[in-house]
C-alpha cells in the first residue's frame, strides 16, 4: 500500500503546504520467532491467508503423550523435528475440524494446531495459485528427498520426509514420506493427517491411529 503524508502550517495569514512525501508498506511474507518455552528460534512464511511454521516442530513436550527422535537420534530432531502421537500434540485439549481450529496443543503460545479444514485451504491455494495436482511438489523442500522425489518448494514451507513412529516401537520411511497431524478426529481411535511422498506430487488426505508418531506445523493465530 502506498501511503502519502505532508507537512502543513496554518496562522493568521493562511497555511502554507511542505513537500509532499510517500512510502510503500509491504506485507511481510516470511520470517523467524523464538518459542519461549525453550529458546528455539523457526522460521515462518505467509501462505495466501495464513501463516504456517516453515519447519516441523521440535518442542520436547513431557506433559502428554509421547514424542521421539527419529532412530532415537538428537541429530534427526535438529533437521527433521520430532514426532509425536496424538496425545501429546492435543495436550489434553478436545478435537477441532473449525478454521482456526482454536487448538494450541504442544504449539508455542501465539501458534495453534493446525485442523483439517486449515490443512485444505493450503492445498486449495496452491492448487489455485497455479499448481493443482502438484499441490505437494510445490510444498515439499528442494533436497533431502530419496530417488529424485525433490519438490519445488514455491512458497518456502520446505516439508521434508520425516518418516513416522509405529505402533511397534520401530521408525519408518525417513528420506521417502512426510506425514502431519491435524487437530480433527475422524473417529475414537483415527484421525486426519497429511502426507507427502516422494513418488506423489500431491498432497494425500489420510486417516491413521493415535498412538503413531507424526510430525506437527503450528499455524499462527
Sequence with gaps: TTYYVGAYATNSIGTDYGEEKSFVTKLQ???????????????????????????????????????????????????????YDWAAVMQGENSSSSNPSGVQGVCPDGWHVPSDEEWTELENYVGNDGHSGSEGSALKSTSGWNDNG??????????LPSGYHNYDGY??????SGYWWTSTWYSVSDVWLRRLRYTNSDVDRHKRVKDYGYSVRCVKD
Design 29 to 83: 511474507m516470511n520470517g523467524t520467532f523464538t518459542d519461549s518455552r525453550d529458546g528455539q528460534t523457526y522460521e515462518w512464511v505467509r501462505i495466501g491467508n495464513q501463516i504456517w511454521m516453515a519447519e516441523n516442530l521440535n518442542y520436547d513436550q513431557n506433559s502428554y503423550g509421547n514424542d521421539w527422535c527419529y532412530d532415537n537420534d538428537e541429530s534427526n530432531c535438529n533437521t527433521y523435528g520430532r514426532l
Design 150 to 159: 525433490n519438490g519445488t518448494d514455491n512458497y518456502g514451507f520446505t516439508a
Design 171 to 176: 521408525f519408518y520411511n525417513i528420506g521417502y
